[in-house]
C-alpha cells in the first residue's frame, strides 16, 4: 500500500461528504471570493457540486461553505508550491495513482468498484484527486528533511497512546447547537448541559439521562459509544477530554462543531508496549499531518481572504 494513500483518502474524505446538493442561483462568472487577487468564480463551486441532487438548503449552504473554503486552500497550497520551487512531474502523479488503484484491486470491499467510481460515490473526479496527488507529493517534499529522529522520537514519547493502541469507552450525552442561530439560543443549551450534568452529579444514572436529553444517535443506547482510539474520527477537545478521565468519571460540559457535551468513561484498554523503532514510519506521517494543518493555518492568516456574501 503507497504510505500516501491514507493521507489522501482523509483529504478527500475531509472535503466531500456524502451529502446531497442542488445548485443555487447565480452566474457562472460570478466572483463568489477572491485569494490573493485571485478568484473563485460560480463555476467553480458548480463544477463540485453537478454530480449531486437535490437536498435541503440549510445542508446545502454548510456544504457550499465547506467547498469554498476547499478553493481557498487549493489556490493557497498552488501558490506555496510555486513560491517554494516545488516540481511535482505528471510521471510522479500517475505513479502514485498506480499505486492506489492497485490497492483497491486488492480490497476485497471494492473489488468492483473502480478508482473513479468510489471518487463519484462520494462527490469527487479522478482529476481533482489527482490534485489532491499532486500537492500531497509536493509537501512530502517540502518537509522530507525537517524531521530527524531526534524530533520524531522526542513527538512520540509525547504521544505516544496515539501508536500503542490505548483505548477508553466512552458514553457521551450531546446538546446540538449546529442549527442554532442566536446567541441566546447558544446561551439556552450551555445552561441545559449544565443542568444535565447536576442533575448527573445528584445520583441520576448516566445512561437513563442520556435516554432523556441527548440529541445523539447514541442516545437510545445510553449514550455509549463504545471503545475510541486517540486518532479517531473525533474532534479534538473530545478525545483530549475523552483521555484525561478515570473510569467512571463524568467531564465538565465541552465544546465542539456539533454542540455540548458530557464524556464519562466506562472502561479502558491500555495500549501495547511499543518501541520506536517499531513505530517510526507511523510516527513520520503522523507529524507530517500536524505540520501540514500548521502550514494551511499560516497560509491563511497571511493571505489576503475576501468572500463576497
Known amino acids: ?7 489522501l483518502a482523509c483529504l478527500i474524505l475531509m472535503i466531500f461528504q456524502p451529502d446531497t446538493f442542488s445548485a443555487e442561483k447565480g452566474y457562472p462568472g460570478d466572483v463568489i471570493a477572491t485569494v490573493n487577487g485571485k478568484s473563485i468564480t ?21 456544504i457550499r ?8 486552500t487549493d489556490i493557497l497550497l498552488d501558490e ?45 473526479t479522478i482529476d481533482e484527486f489527482k490534485r489532491s496527488v499532486k500537492y500531497s507529493i509536493a509537501l512530502e517534499k517540502y518537509f522530507h528533511d ?3 529522529d531526534k524530533a520524531l522520537k522526542k513527538y512520540f514519547e509525547e504521544n505516544k497512546g496515539v501508536f500503542s493502541g490505548e483505548s477508553v469507552k466512552v458514553s457521551h450525552i450531546l446538546i446540538d447547537t449546529r442549527n442554532m442561530k442566536t446567541q441566546d439560543e ?20 448516566f445512561d437513563e439521562v442520556a435516554k432523556k436529553y441527548s440529541n445523539s444517535s447514541s442516545a437510545q443506547n445510553g449514550g455509549d ?6 486518532k479517531g474520527n473525533f474532534a479534538k477537545s473530545f478525545l483530549d477530554t475523552a483521555f484525561s478521565l478515570r473510569v467512571g468519571q463524568v467531564s465538565e460540559p465541552i465544546q465542539t462543531e456539533y ?23 507511523k510516527v513520520r506521517l503522523e507529524v507530517l499531518d500536524a505540520e501540514i494543518l500548521k502550514l494551511l493555518e499560516r497560509l491563511r492568516k497571511e493571505a489576503k481572504i475576501v468572500i463576497n456574501r
Open 225 to 230: 459509544l463504545g471503545f475510541i482510539q486517540r
Open 146 to 148: 525537517k524531521f530527524d
Open 65 to 72: 461553505q465547506e467547498i469554498i473554503d476547499q478553493l481557498i
Open 186 to 205: 447558544l446561551l439556552h443549551a450551555l445552561e441545559q448541559i449544565k443542568n444535565i450534568k447536576r442533575e448527573i452529579d445528584r445520583g441520576a444514572a
Open 259 to 281: 454542540g455540548y457535551h458530557l464524556v464519562k468513561v466506562t472502561d479502558r484498554k491500555e495500549g501495547a508496549d511499543i518501541q520506536f523503532e517499531d513505530v517510526k514510519e
Open 80 to 124: 506555496f508550491i510555486d513560491k517554494q520551487g516545488l516540481i511535482v512531474t505528471p510521471q510522479e502523479i500517475e505513479r502514485e495513482v498506480g499505486l492506489i488503484r492497485r490497492t483497491i484491486t486488492g480490497n476485497q470491499g471494492n473489488i468492483n468498484q473502480s478508482l473513479e467510481q468510489i471518487l463519484a460515490s462520494i462527490g469527487s
Open 42 to 62: 460560480q463555476e467553480m463551486l458548480y463544477s463540485r457540486l453537478r454530480s449531486f441532487t437535490d437536498t435541503d438548503p440549510e445542508t446545502l449552504n454548510t
Open 1 to 7: 500500500m503507497s504510505k500516501r494513500f491514507i493521507f
